[in-house]
């Protein structure tokens, strides 16, 4: 009787061709543990994250990698990058973070790892706290100090940014963070970096910066 039962309810199903009931269907069946039937509802409901599940769940993280990167759905190339992190497979890992916006755990993942080079890359895609914790992972390991620099002034330290940049004799980014300098910066930092400017012969902004330190 419950077959049969079943076996209308399938039939209307299909013949409803409705998303949800797709999908509700899908995981009745995942839960009778028939996948692959589950898997072709899933399909139909286009539940891209139920679909990446069952195929990570029966060892196809290959398959789920295919439908993360040809959907570009979020919740499906998270789920993935979990798995591949599971693995140790970093690179893969860092790569599905990045395709589901999770940008902190590919970040993580790339400090933990010391891929510096995708780091900056990241951290310029993601929020200023970010920004501002790769600049100083940057600093504490005194590598790629132009990076750290260019990454406080995006996050909006831009005293930091001027520090570090005179710091390090960084004086290409100076000359941009001067750019972002008002009345209402630091006057110490107005000053010190239009004696930078006077001694580099660019007495123009020179002035721009004494004025808007009001001296």
Partial sequence: MLMEDNLSLEIYINKMKDK??????????????????????????????????????????????????????????????????????????VHFYTRAQAYNNAIRLCKENNLDEQLMNLALLSNPEDMMDTAMYYEEKGTHMDRAVMLYHKAGHVSKALELAFATEQFGALQLIAEDLNENSDPALLARCSDFFIKHAQYQKAVELLVAAKK
């Fill in 20 to 93: 949800d009931l797709y999908k509700w269907w899908g995981h009745y069946l995942e839960s009778q543990s028939d996948m692959e039937a589950a898997l072709h509802y899933y399909d139909l409901a286009q539940d891209y994250l139920s679909q990446v599940r069952v195929h990570c769940y029966l060892g196809n993280i290959q398959k789920a990698s295919e439908i993360a990167n040809e959907t570009g759905n979020r919740a499906a190339s998270y789920h993935v990058a979990r798995q591949y992190e599971g693995q140790d497979e970093i690179s893969q890992s």
